[in-house]
């Protein structure tokens, strides 16, 4: 899976950089967003905690999709703006079940 930057932009207003990209995934399936965004964590030299994987759009008929992502400043920042929707499809699934242990107790 190879990422290609195409737009990187500062927005002041909510305190994040938003930031446009390619995946190129030839001979793979459609890769998932927790796995692309382990590997824009890497890119970007960020936290996983303040990176957020807005969407995922593949190409029709080809090993390529379109992705949309913002890197906030702080947590509070990113809990505050984004829609539960969004944050819900950026957890991992590890942290679910134990939130869920530890909510049963």
Known sequence: MEIEFIEEKENKLFNRKEVKFYVDYDGEATPKILDVKSKLVALLNT???????????????????????????????????????????????EDAADEEAESEE
Request: aromatic content about 8%; overall charge negative; glycine content about 4%.
């Open 47 to 93: 936290k996983k905690e303040l990176l957020v994987v807005d969407n995922v759009q593949p190409h029709y008929g080809e090993p390529k999709a379109l992705g949309y992502a913002k890197v906030y400043d702080t947590v509070d920042d990113l809990e505050y703006i984004e829609a539960k929707h969004v944050l819900a499809k950026n957890e991992e699934p």
